[in-house]
C-alpha cells in the first residue's frame, strides 16, 4: 500500500476546465473501481461498460425520473442543477436526466422539462457542464406524453388533468387514435394526429435530439418509448386503432418509432449513442395486448437501426394493468428481469440491453444477474433518491473499494497521491 500522500504548500488541484467556477479537477471519475492489489478483480457490477465511444466506469446507472419542478416555460432551475449534481459526483455509471418533452403538447405535466426551444436546451447546459467538470457521463430522455400529457405532478397524487387554471394544456393533447387512457377517467380524449402533424412530431424529436447534444452537451439520448406515451401509443394494438399506414399490422404500428429513430439518429453525431427504452410487455388483460414477443421482434429492428441500448420497462398503457409490487410472483424476481433476460437472450452481444425496476434491494443478486448476463447495466430511480451515494453503498456491501470524488473524500480513501499512483492502473482496465 502507498505510504499517505504528505500535502506539500506547492501542491495545487487544478480546477475543472468546464466550468466557470471552482471545482477541483478529477483524476478520475467517481465509482471507478479502485483495486487494493495487483490481482485484484472487480465484481461484474464495477466492471466497466463499452456503450459506442462512451466508457461507463461501472454498470449502474441513475434511471429518469420526472421531478416536476420546471418553470412555467418548461426551462431547468437551479433545483435541477442542485438535484443533478448530488447524483452525478456520488460515481454511477451514467446519470439519465428526466423525460423532457421534445413538443409543446408533450409536457407531461406543467412543470416538465422541455426541449423544443433553444433557450430551454441553454438552461440545461449548466447541469451537463457540471457533469463534465466531475468527470461523469450524462444523457436525457426526450418523450412525448401523447393521451397521457398535461397530467397533474405526481407528488399531488391526482391522477387528473392539468387545465388551463394552472398552465395545462389538455385541449392540446393528440395521440395515434382519440381514445382516452381511462374511459370516464379525469384524462382527456386526444385528439387524434394527422399525418402532417406525425411529420412534425417526428421532426420535433429530430431537432430536440439536436439541441440536446449540440446546445447542452449531453452525451447520450435516450428516446422515451414507454408507460404508455405516445411513441408507446402507436405501437400498442390497445391504443392504436388507426386504419392508414400508422396502424394495423406490426409494421404499421412501430412505423412511427421507426422513423422517430430515423430523425434522432440524423440529427446528430454518428457517434453519440442512443439508447430506447420500451414497455416491453403491457401487463394487460387485452387480447391484444403488446408481449415479450413483440418486443422481440421490435429488437431485431432497433439492431438494425443502430440503437446503442434498450432500456427494458413494461406497462403505462392500460389502466386496467394491476398494481406492480416490483417483484415478479412467479419468478420471484425484480419485475423486469424477466423481459430483459428474454430480450438479452434474443439478441446476445448485438443490442446492450438495460434493466429498471427494485434493483436497488440486493447488491449480491444485482452483481449475479450482470455476472450470467441477464443484461449489461442496471438503471436505478428511486434507490437514488433515497440515497444519492447508493453506488458508494454497493462497493461497501460487496466489500471492495471505489475512487471518490475528491471534495468527497473526507478521511476515507484514497487520498490524493494514491490517486494519482493508480490512475495508470485504473485506465488500462479492459473494457468490454
Same mark, same amino acid.
Given at each position: 500500500?502507498?505510504?499517505?500522500?504528505?500535502?506539500?504548500?506547492?501542491?495545487?488541484?487544478?480546477?475543472?476546465?468546464?466550468?466557470?467556477?471552482?471545482?477541483?479537477?478529477?483524476?478520475?471519475?467517481?465509482?471507478?473501481?479502485? #483495486?487494493?492489489?495487483?490481482?485484484?478483480?472487480?465484481?461484474?457490477?464495477?466492471?466497466?461498460?463499452? $456503450?459506442?465511444?462512451?466508457?461507463?466506469?461501472?454498470?449502474? +446507472?441513475?434511471?429518469?425520473?420526472?421531478?416536476?419542478?420546471?418553470?412555467?416555460?418548461?426551462?431547468?432551475?437551479?433545483?435541477?442543477? !442542485?438535484?443533478?449534481?448530488?447524483?452525478?459526483?456520488?460515481?454511477?455509471?451514467?446519470?439519465?436526466?428526466?423525460?423532457?418533452?421534445?413538443?409543446?403538447?408533450?409536457?407531461?405535466? #406543467?412543470?416538465?422539462?422541455?426541449?423544443?426551444?433553444?433557450? /430551454?436546451?441553454?438552461?440545461?447546459?449548466p447541469i451537463v457542464d457540471y457533469a463534465h467538470s466531475q468527470k461523469?457521463? !450524462?444523457?436525457? /430522455?426526450?418523450?412525448?406524453?401523447?393521451?397521457?400529457?398535461?397530467?397533474?405532478?405526481?407528488?399531488?397524487?391526482?391522477?387528473?388533468?392539468?387545465?388551463?387554471?394552472?398552465?395545462?394544456?389538455?385541449?392540446?393533447?393528440?395521440?395515434?387514435?382519440?381514445?382516452?387512457?381511462?374511459?370516464?377517467?379525469?384524462? #382527456?380524449?386526444?385528439?387524434e394526429l394527422t399525418k402532417d402533424e406525425i411529420k412534425r412530431v417526428?421532426?420535433?424529436?429530430?431537432?430536440?435530439?439536436?439541441?440536446?447534444?449540440?446546445?447542452?452537451?449531453?452525451?447520450?439520448?435516450?428516446?422515451?418509448?414507454?408507460?404508455?406515451?405516445?411513441?408507446?401509443?402507436?405501437?400498442?394494438?390497445?391504443?392504436?386503432?388507426?386504419?392508414?399506414?400508422?396502424?394495423?399490422?406490426?409494421?404499421?404500428?412501430?412505423?412511427?418509432?421507426?422513423?422517430?429513430?430515423?430523425?434522432?439518429?440524423?440529427?446528430?453525431?454518428?457517434?453519440?449513442?442512443?439508447?430506447?427504452?420500451?414497455?416491453?410487455?403491457?401487463?394487460?388483460?387485452?387480447?391484444?395486448?403488446?408481449?415479450?414477443?413483440?418486443?422481440?421482434?421490435?429488437?431485431?429492428?432497433?439492431? *438494425?437501426?443502430? !440503437?446503442?441500448?434498450?432500456?427494458?420497462?413494461?406497462?403505462?398503457?392500460?389502466?386496467?394493468?394491476? #398494481?406492480?409490487? +416490483? $417483484?415478479?410472483?412467479?419468478?420471484?424476481?425484480?419485475?423486469?428481469?424477466?423481459?430483459?433476460?428474454? $430480450?438479452?437472450?434474443?439478441?446476445?452481444?448485438?443490442?446492450?440491453?438495460?434493466?429498471?425496476?427494485?434493483?436497488?434491494?440486493?447488491? *449480491?443478486?444485482?452483481?449475479?444477474?450482470?455476472?450470467?448476463?441477464?443484461?449489461?447495466?442496471?438503471?436505478?430511480?428511486?434507490?437514488?433518491?433515497?440515497?444519492?451515494?447508493?453506488?458508494?453503498?454497493?462497493?461497501?456491501?460487496?466489500?471492495?473499494?471505489?475512487?471518490?470524488?475528491?471534495?468527497?473524500?473526507?478521511?476515507?480513501?484514497?487520498?490524493? /497521491?494514491?490517486?494519482?499512483?493508480? !490512475?495508470?492502473?485504473?485506465?488500462?482496465?479492459?473494457?468490454?
Open positions: 500500500m502507498t505510504v499517505p500522500y504528505e500535502v506539500k504548500p506547492s501542491d495545487e488541484i487544478k480546477g475543472a476546465p468546464e466550468v466557470s467556477y471552482y471545482t477541483p479537477e478529477q483524476p478520475v471519475p467517481a465509482g471507478t473501481f479502485y #483495486p487494493q492489489s495487483s490481482d485484484e478483480v472487480a465484481p461484474k457490477i464495477f466492471q466497466p461498460l463499452k $456503450i459506442g465511444k462512451l466508457a461507463l466506469p461501472n454498470r449502474i +446507472g441513475v434511471s429518469p425520473m420526472c421531478q416536476y419542478s420546471a418553470d412555467y416555460n418548461f426551462e431547468a432551475t437551479p433545483y435541477h442543477l !442542485i438535484h443533478y449534481g448530488s447524483l452525478v459526483n456520488r460515481g454511477p455509471g451514467i446519470t439519465i436526466v428526466e423525460s423532457t418533452a421534445v413538443s409543446p403538447e408533450g409536457g407531461l405535466s #406543467p412543470h416538465d422539462l422541455g426541449i423544443w426551444k433553444d433557450e /430551454q436546451a441553454e438552461k440545461l447546459k461523469q457521463l !450524462i444523457a436525457i /430522455q426526450l418523450g412525448h406524453g401523447g393521451r397521457k400529457a398535461s397530467g397533474q405532478p405526481l407528488f399531488l397524487h391526482l391522477e387528473q388533468v392539468a387545465d388551463k387554471s394552472v398552465n395545462g394544456f389538455a385541449d392540446k393533447a393528440v395521440a395515434p387514435s382519440a381514445l382516452a387512457f381511462r374511459p370516464n377517467g379525469n384524462l #382527456p380524449v386526444p385528439n417526428v421532426k420535433d424529436f429530430g431537432a430536440a435530439a439536436r439541441r440536446a447534444v449540440e446546445i447542452s452537451g449531453f452525451d447520450a439520448v435516450e428516446i422515451h418509448g414507454a408507460h404508455g406515451y405516445l411513441i408507446n401509443e402507436f405501437y400498442s394494438p390497445i391504443s392504436n386503432k388507426r386504419t392508414d399506414e400508422y396502424g394495423g399490422s406490426f409494421e404499421n404500428r412501430t412505423k412511427f418509432l421507426k422513423e422517430v429513430i430515423d430523425s434522432v439518429k440524423s440529427s446528430i453525431p454518428n457517434d453519440v449513442p442512443v439508447f430506447l427504452r420500451i414497455s416491453a410487455a403491457e401487463n394487460s388483460p387485452d387480447p391484444e395486448a403488446w408481449t415479450i414477443e413483440d418486443s422481440k421482434k421490435l429488437a431485431d429492428i432497433l439492431v *438494425e437501426k443502430g !440503437i446503442a441500448l434498450v432500456d427494458v420497462s413494461s406497462g403505462g398503457n392500460d389502466y386496467r394493468q394491476p #398494481p406492480r409490487s +416490483g $417483484i415478479s410472483k412467479e419468478l420471484r424476481e425484480p419485475i423486469h428481469v424477466p423481459l430483459s433476460r428474454a $430480450i438479452k437472450q434474443h439478441v446476445g452481444d448485438k443490442l446492450l440491453v438495460s434493466c429498471v425496476g427494485g434493483l436497488e434491494k440486493d447488491p *449480491e443478486l444485482l452483481n449475479k444477474y450482470l455476472e450470467e448476463g441477464t443484461f449489461d447495466l442496471a438503471l436505478i430511480g428511486r434507490g437514488f433518491l433515497r440515497n444519492p451515494g447508493l453506488v458508494w453503498e454497493f462497493a461497501d456491501k460487496l466489500g471492495v473499494r471505489l475512487h471518490q470524488a475528491l471534495q468527497l473524500g473526507w478521511g476515507f480513501w484514497p487520498n490524493k /497521491q494514491q490517486i494519482v499512483d493508480l !490512475i495508470e492502473r485504473t485506465s488500462k482496465l479492459e473494457v468490454n
